[in-house]
């Protein structure tokens, strides 16, 4: 029996709304978790309560399909079990400046121990200033300077004394000191001294060198007694700085008991305290500013505190999914969403400061990666940023391998730079990263890095579908009862449910499954709040879902109404009336940006005696795909098997898309191409007002192809446009019959006779339905049924070897003569 036309009920399945008990979905509770995605949820509870080293997760499937926010629900509804993460902070080395300490103190009492050492300094730059005025410390001090002055003294007086029995005086001139003779208490001026005798002169000259080279030695001495007093006073300041920062520091060791390696710090902070109590005086500050140059001018930065992760109460912001670059913080682990996953985001970086025509950097320049942000809790990035980052990729496979956060520039990464930098101490790395892509992404680095398998153990695989029943209709439901709450949209009606269930379908290409790419979904009910917000509606009925559905296709229709204008003014031939041998409609969908729409397409065939090729224009002048050259390839395999298979095959054929620019592929048009070549052997014309897809095997069957619903109303549009005459129609294969969601009015049209729509199981039914001849199939004696459309072919091609015989024959009686 020829195929019959399908009836209007198998071309779209309606949603049954009287299944639903409620009047909006105000009424419903929230959807438990992500509809229809069980397997990726176990995955991800089984890759948050792993531990070990490795099993990070990779969240993977279509764009849209709400794998981000059902990850941070599921995280929101776990973060309480796990202890809030420690705070990290920066210090000074005051040993080797260039590596900074970390310290790792726990959650919230990092800003206290800033807050403590700032104090601290604060208060000493108090006490100490007002110890060193002191009347006290001036005592003490003066008695210093007393005993030096008391040791320079004697020593020049006794100098002196010795001098002055020897007639000889010690004179103190701008130019140091000297000795000069005297006569009877008074200097002897050069004249008199010349007029000395000789040998009184020399004896002078004498004493005066031993004089002097006694006062040598006394200045010999002056270094050490000055030492000596600088020793004294430093002593006297170190009792003084320590007693002060002793007692001030007392009760911000106290506050840290128990974290050895911040009491080690203090402690050391202590004694750089002491060693530097001229800091806090106003001359030995500025010295020491002009001689060190601090960044920033500030001598007391080397004391600061720099925090780079802080995880008390309020530190963070309370949990919003979607949230870029937040941490959430619920009584537990954070949540770090990281939008842009570049090198320096991910690891940290050490900033610089222009400085006396120079950048420098220290400790308090060290700034946090989302590692650092997320660590002791999760990291998500969207896979594909990560790798479009340079670096990046290899830096975070480096941190989860090692178990460390090294802070390191790009150059030194790569080791392009040899100039001294900062080393800050790496800081231990406990996170869970979870990654988020598309399954091509995920296959590639599975299969091309080594590393990747070893990093993320787990993988999350949701789904893009769910079937469709009684029971899925209501829990898609209760998704778009949660998915109004969470975008603040307006409630759905039943009847609006039913429509965007049905929508649903049509966005998953089939009438048994509904779509899970929530993004889509929440698309189409956004848009359907305004126009029923602009109606001043309570809530989103029907007619404003459908509306958003009409104007979402009006927004993008230019290119198709230019395609079907093109068509229908003949600029691009297509036949929808009449019959023509060895020419039939072929099928195909154009998507292009946002607009996705069918399209008819001529294909032509010619056939004549020859050595059994079948030529593929498009693939000859490299238009056509792999795949399209797959089904030409396919369907001459079957033309050589089912027909005249005891003679070769004596054909030459050729088959082209007409008016194709561009490049073709797939093979749903292989269907189209076997029934043109078998009218052009059968010399049998086709009804030009029907059009066929489908793709073709070796054993004649038709299977099932994508876009059906668009190939059938592409080519519905036209012959409206053209007029419908009631024998105009689409075969398709038999497999997609379940994945039809047509259009309201084609499905009236076919209601009404004026358009049918055929199910295909193999080339023969698409044979009888284009040619309205039946196809034929070989009876017991391995004929086929006369007057059949294939007895015809078979004819045609035995006739074909025979002359091709004759030729052979000829060729050879030629050559013998």
């Known amino acids: 029996m020829p195929p019959q036309p399908l009836s209007s009920d198998l071309l779209y399945r309606e949603c049954d709304i009287s299944q639903f008990e409620f009047e909006t979905t105000a009424e419903l509770s929230d959807a438990k978790g992500l509809v229809g995605q069980d397997r990726a949820l176990d995955a991800i509870r089984f890759g948050t309560r792993m531990e070990k080293s490795g099993y990070n997760i990779f969240a993977l499937g279509p764009h849209g399909a709400g794998m981000r926010d059902g990850v941070i629900r599921h995280l929101q509804s776990i973060i309480g079990q796990r202890p809030v993460p420690s705070d990290w902070v920066y210090v000074n080395n005051f040993t080797n400046p260039n590596k900074p300490i970390a310290l790792r103190t726990t959650a919230g009492r990092a800003a206290a121990l800033r807050s403590g050492v700032a104090n601290l300094i604060q208060d000493l730059r108090g006490s100490i200033p007002a110890i060193l005025e002191s009347e006290e410390y001036k005592k003490r001090l003066a008695t210093i300077d007393a005993n030096y002055t008391q040791h320079q003294g004697q020593a020049f007086e006794t100098l002196r004394l010795r001098a002055e029995a020897k007639n000889i005086t010690l004179l103190s001139t701008p130019s140091g000191f000297a000795f000069a003779p005297q006569r009877e208490g008074e200097v002897m001026t050069p004249e008199a001294f010349n007029e000395l005798p000789e040998d009184e002169r020399e004896k002078i000259k004498k004493t005066v060198g031993e004089l002097e080279q006694e006062l040598a030695a006394i200045f010999q001495h002056v270094p050490g007694w000055e030492k000596e007093r600088r020793t004294q006073v430093h002593e006297l300041n170190r009792e003084v700085a320590t007693n002060a920062v002793g007692h001030s520091i007392h009760d911000l060791v106290a506050m840290f008991e128990g974290n050895e390696k911040v009491a080690a710090w203090l402690t050391e902070l202590e004694t750089d305290l002491v060693d530097n109590i001229g800091y806090f005086t106003q001359e030995d500050r500025e010295q020491q500013t002009a001689a060190m140059a601090p960044i920033g001018g500030d001598i007391f930065?080397?004391?600061?505190?720099?925090?780079?992760?802080?995880?008390?109460?309020?530190?963070?912001?309370?949990?919003?999914?979607?949230?870029?670059?937040?941490?959430?913080?619920?009584?537990?682990?954070?949540?770090?969403?990281?939008?842009?996953p570049a090198f320096a985001n991910l690891i940290g970086r050490v900033e610089h400061m222009s400085h006396m025509g120079a950048l420098v950097t220290d400790f308090s320049l060290i700034k946090a990666g989302s590692l650092h942000r997320a660590n002791g809790g999760y990291l998500l990035i969207d896979a594909l940023r990560l790798l479009r980052e340079p670096l990046a990729w290899d830096g975070l496979k480096r941190a989860l391998r090692t178990r460390r956060i090294v802070l390191e520039a790009p150059g030194e990464y790569l080791s392009l730079v040899s100039t001294v930098a900062l080393e800050p101490d790496p800081i231990p790395l406990d996170t869970k990263v979870i990654l988020f892509g598309d399954r091509l992404l995920y296959y590639m680095l599975a299969e091309n890095d080594p590393e990747f398998r070893d990093l993320f153990k787990v993988s999350a695989d949701f789904d893009d579908q769910i079937d469709r029943d009684g029971e899925t209709d209501m829990l898609y439901a209760e998704m778009i009862a949660t998915l109004c709450r969470e975008n603040e949209l307006l409630p759905l009606t039943a009847a609006a449910v039913g429509r965007v269930i049905e929508e649903s379908s049509r966005f998953a290409e089939d009438a048994e499954k509904l779509s899970l790419e929530v993004g889509s979904v929440t698309d189409l009910m956004q848009e359907a709040d305004l126009y029923a917000r602009e109606g001043a509606a309570d809530a989103i009925d029907v007619s404003h879902v459908q509306r958003a559905v009409d104007e979402r296709v009006h927004r993008s229709d230019r290119l198709r109404e230019r395609s079907l204008e093109a068509?229908?003014?003949?600029?691009?031939?297509?036949?929808?009336?009449?019959?023509?041998?060895?020419?039939?409609?072929?099928?195909?969908?154009?998507?292009?940006?946002q607009a996705s729409f069918g399209r008819p397409t001529r294909i032509t065939a010619r056939t004549r005696m020859g050595q059994g090729n079948v030529v593929d224009i498009e693939r000859e002048v490299d238009l056509g795909g792999a795949l399209h050259s797959k089904g030409v390839l396919i369907l001459t395999g079957f033309l050589s098997a089912h027909f005249a298979a005891a003679v070769p095959l004596s054909l030459a054929a050729t088959l082209v898309f007409?008016?194709?620019?561009?490049?073709?592929?797939?093979?749903?048009?292989?269907?189209?191409?076997?029934?043109?070549?078998?009218?052009?052997?059968?010399?049998?014309?086709?009804?030009?007002?029907?059009?066929?897809?489908?793709?073709?095997?070796?054993?004649?069957?038709?299977?099932?192809?994508?876009?059906?619903?668009?190939?059938?109303?592409?080519?519905?549009?036209?012959?409206?446009?053209?007029?419908?005459?009631?024998?105009q129609g689409v075969v398709i294969p038999h497999a997609n019959v379940k994945h039809l969601?047509?259009?309201?009015?084609?499905?009236?049209?076919?209601?009404?006779?004026?358009?049918?729509?055929?199910?295909?199981?193999?080339?023969?039914?698409?044979?009888?339905?284009?040619?309205?001849?039946?196809?034929?199939?070989?009876?017991?004696?391995?004929?086929?049924?006369?007057?059949?459309?294939?007895?015809?072919?078979?004819?045609?091609?035995?006739?074909?070897?025979?002359a091709q015989a004759s030729f052979g024959k000829s060729d050879d009686a030629e050559g013998r003569s």
């Open 567 to 593: 068509i229908t003014r003949d600029v691009i031939m297509i036949d929808t009336e009449g019959a023509v041998v060895g020419q039939i409609n072929g099928l195909s969908v154009l998507s292009l940006g």
């Open 658 to 727: 007409e008016q194709s620019y561009g490049g073709v592929d797939g093979d749903s048009a292989s269907a189209a191409e076997l029934v043109a070549l078998i009218s052009s052997l059968a010399e049998l014309p086709i009804n030009q007002g029907l059009a066929v897809t489908g793709s073709l095997n070796q054993l004649g069957q038709i299977q099932a192809i994508g876009g059906v619903n668009e190939k059938i109303e592409g080519f519905f549009d036209i012959c409206v446009r053209r007029g419908l005459t009631g024998d």
């Open 741 to 802: 969601m047509l259009r309201r009015d084609v499905i009236d049209a076919v209601e009404r006779g004026v358009f049918s729509i055929y199910p295909a199981e193999t080339i023969e039914d698409a044979v009888t339905v284009m040619t309205g001849i039946h196809a034929g199939l070989r009876d017991e004696d391995d004929e086929f049924e006369r007057g059949t459309v294939f007895q015809r072919v078979d004819d045609r091609l035995a006739e074909f070897a025979l």
């Open 301 to 340: 930065r080397r004391y600061t505190v720099n925090i780079i992760v802080e995880n008390g109460p309020d530190a963070v912001p309370e949990p919003t999914a979607g949230n870029s670059n937040g941490g959430f913080i619920g009584g537990g682990a954070p949540i770090i969403t990281e939008e842009h």
